[in-house]
Structures are given as structure tokens and as C-alpha cells.
């Protein structure tokens, strides 16, 4: 598509509970990029992925975070044993290719709520 | 480090008058300046961007914005604002580190009053 997708909208969960996440890039970008977007607007890096493979993981909070992106499904994040701080909107990005100069375009967004 | 600042929480601007948003960038190479724009419950959505050449880059909606080198300036500008145009208005930079992330700034928001 043309469109970065995401689902679903708006995601309440339970503090303690599971929270999964998807994104379907733009039809024929490689890399796809989370973000977190939390009070007062301020961006988080998460992860970024070039296809299936992990390109940069740096912002990830290794021990309840974790992301996938498999061939001919959408990518994914998944947060086990949500927390309070949990709550944000998660956005993906996808580009065509990795340069620093490639335009990231963005999805809109996973309303987390966490209870 | 590359970082970027927006020193205005928001900016007012009257309908039909230029309006200015700053941007300020600190990189240690080349600069690759971006902006996008954030409408309420939407993601989103890029705007334009600055990699090499003219110093006044035009985007999408009207908008255009100058680099300035000896400033470190990436000020976002529309000659004559629109009322649609109220939203919150991000500048970015791409990191300059293997994994290339944007780094944004905190965010404008513009109200444009009819």
C-alpha cells in the first residue's frame, strides 16, 4: 500500500497484561522503524528492522519489549507485562532504504492505554 | 550528538499572515533536516526536507523552509497561514550513527485564529 498501516487504533490493557502491536510498511520499503511517543509529545527510538532482520535495537527495553518483522506478515512489537509507563503511542515509520537522507513516513499510530 | 531545538512551545498567528516556525539543529557532519506535521489523532506526516543545495526547500501544504548554515537554523515558514494549518510541527534530524534514527524536537504547536 501506500500508506503505512497499524493496528489497532487504541489498545487498553491491565498493568501486568500483554500488548501486541502491528505494522504493514509501505509496499516495496525495506526498513520500518518504532517509535514511542510519550507525554509532552517527546519521540523514543525503539528498534528499527531492514526486512526481517534487527538493523538498530538500541532503544529497546530488552527485558518486556520485543519485535519482530517476518516475511508476507506485518511487523510487529510486543510488550510483555505491561506498565503503567507503558502507556504512549506507538508509531511506525517505513523507508525505502536506510540512507540518512531517505524520508521515514509514518503511520498513525497505536493509542496505548494501560490501566 | 545530532539534537534539534524548538524554542516555542507554540506559536499564534492570525489567518492570512506569514507564520514562522524555529528550528534550531546542532550535528557534527552534514546536516539532514526534515519536518513533519501532527494533526490531532493522526500520525505523521512529512512535510519537507533539507539534504544539499538551495537554501529555501518548498514542501508540501505551501509550507517552505530556509537553512541557514551559519545559524544552525531550519525555521519552517507559509507565506499566508490557514486556519487547517493549526496542528503541532515537528523538526528532526537524521542520527548520524549506523542505525540513521530521527531525533525530533519537542514540538510546535501552531494555532492559526480566523
Known amino acids: 500500500g501506500e500508506e503505512v498501516a497499524q493496528t489497532p487504533k487504541h489498545l487498553v490493557r491491565g498493568e501486568g497484561q500483554k500488548a501486541k502491536l502491528y505494522c504493514a510498511p509501505i509496499k516495496g520499503h525495506s526498513y520500518v522503524f518504532w517509535y514511542q511517543q510519550v507525554l509532552k509529545n517527546e519521540f523514543k527510538f525503539l528498534i528499527s528492522?531492514?526486512?526481517?532482520?534487527?538493523?538498530?535495537e538500541t532503544g529497546m527495553p530488552k527485558e518486556r519489549f520485543s519485535a519482530k518483522c517476518l516475511p508476507n506478515s506485518p511487523c510487529s512489537l510486543e510488550i510483555q507485562a505491561t506498565k503503567l509507563e507503558d502507556s504512549a503511542v506507538y508509531f511506525c515509520?517505513?523507508?525505502?532504504?536506510?540512507?540518512?537522507?531517505?524520508?521515514?513516513?509514518f503511520g498513525p499510530g497505536t493509542r496505548l492505554t494501560v490501566l | 550528538a545530532q539534537s534539534v531545538a524548538q524554542p516555542e512551545d507554540q506559536v499564534n498567528v492570525a489567518e492570512g499572515n506569514p507564520l514562522t516556525v524555529k528550528c534550531t539543529y546542532s550535528?557534527?557532519?552534514?546536516?539532514?533536516l526534515f519536518w513533519y506535521v501532527q494533526y490531532p489523532n493522526r500520525g505523521l506526516q512529512f512535510l519537507l526536507k533539507?539534504?544539499?543545495?538551495?537554501?529555501l526547500v518548498k514542501g508540501s501544504y505551501g509550507f517552505e523552509a530556509e537553512f541557514n548554515k551559519s545559524q544552525t537554523s531550519f525555521h519552517l515558514k507559509k507565506p499566508s497561514a490557514l486556519v487547517s494549518d493549526s496542528a503541532l510541527y515537528f523538526c528532526a534530524v537524521r542520527d548520524d550513527t549506523g542505525g540513521f534514527k530521527t531525533i525530533f524536537g519537542a514540538g510546535t504547536r501552531l494555532f492559526v485564529k480566523a
Open positions: 528492522f531492514q526486512n526481517e532482520n534487527v538493523f538498530d
Open positions: 533539507y539534504i544539499t543545495g538551495d537554501n
Open positions: 515509520a517505513s523507508s525505502q532504504s536506510n540512507g540518512r537522507t531517505d524520508t521515514q513516513y
Open positions: 550535528v557534527s557532519g552534514n546536516p539532514y
